[in-house]
């Protein structure tokens, strides 16, 4: 770690422990600092809430996924990657309609994990999901398992990734929770552009921390879960729904 | 045994050899390990680091692949690839296949050119 990096995350970390009143113990801040050598760790669980209410018609949040992890379609439906995707519902009675984005839910309990026969499919210690692809034998349980539909197989040769984030043709892959931003303190892109571009539907943080923003927001307000009967507790919780 | 001492014996005159491999090493006055260990133990060093980062969220840049590829990048093609290239030039010219740019990006990031 450059120093300067340092310098500039110790001002964070002291101003942080300052609005708190109580250093050390505010969570969310002393994990966005968490330094390169540190492993992630159980004290955080990564989440999304989304408030879909507030979600409009717009697909900041899937353009923003696609430009930050470089996964494109060929016009194949059938076969194209798919990280995030916005889902219409509509109550055929009433006619109301809603729209919300769907992606990985990282369970607490993932499917996916459960029925890998390589162990490529693994849940981070902070709660995020991911595919090893080193290990991805590109069997696809994992894309049947999934509750969600969040998995894609990469059918077609991949070319011009970005650096952050490795992608081959024969692997599984979804939403990452954006892991390469989340490690160094910034929240994933879909939240960011939703943010800026689209309806601030969206929001990211720890779900273990009692002080953070999603916390208070979780335990103040009625949320839903998609497919809570599965009981897979999921990161990624809904309002609105 | 022998074969591996032969091995062994290959590499250590790869340079005196006529058709040895001819490679820029760009940014070569630090590495991050002595030469003569980063030849043998790269791939374990990067394999160690591959289970590290993606894992356990352990992200330091001494032996990360991003790190490597940054400072060894032509600067021509800005990549590790292809002729002459940092990476290919020696694995073609020892037969051994690296899989690692089927799916990591090759090309130096466009932040750490110099």
Known sequence: ?241 | MRIAAGITAAVLTVAAHADAPRFKIERGEACVAPVAEMRRDHMKMLLHQRDRTLREGIRTTQFSLKNCVDCHASRETGSVLGKDGFCSSCHEYTAVKIDCFECHSPERQKAAAR
């Open chain 1, 1 to 241: 770690m450059n120093p300067r990096r340092r310098q500039v995350l110790g001002w964070g970390a002291a101003a942080a422990a300052g609005a708190a009143l109580a250093p050390g113990l505010r969570l969310v801040e002393l994990a966005l600092a968490r330094s390169p050598e540190e492993a992630a760790s159980k004290l955080q669980r990564w989440g999304l809430l989304i408030d879909i209410t507030q979600c409009g018609e717009c697909d900041a949040c899937v353009t923003a996924c696609s430009d930050e992890n470089g996964w494109t379609g060929h016009g194949r439906a059938e076969t194209d990657v798919q990280w995030i995707r916005k889902v219409s519902l509509r109550d055929k009675r009433t006619g109301y309609a809603q729209t919300l984005p769907l992606m990985c839910q990282h369970c607490e309990h993932p499917p996916c994990v459960d029925v890998c026969p390589t162990g490529a499919s693994f849940k981070r210690e902070d709660g995020i999901v991911l595919v090893d692809k080193h290990t991805c034998i590109g069997c696809r349980y994992c894309v049947l398992a999934c509750p969600y539909g969040a998995r894609s197989f990469v059918h077609e040769a991949v070319e011009g990734q970005k650096a952050d984030v490795p992608r081959g043709k024969g692997t599984v892959e979804s939403c990452t929770l954006c892991v390469h931003r989340v490690d160094r303190g910034a929240t994933p892109a879909c939240v960011e552009a939703c943010n800026k571009d689209g309806g601030k539907a969206m929001a990211f943080g720890d779900l273990n921390d009692r002080d953070s923003a999603i916390h208070k927001r979780l335990r103040t307000e009625p949320s839903s879960q998609i497919r809570a009967d599965l009981a897979l507790n999921t990161g990624v919780r809904y309002q609105g729904l």
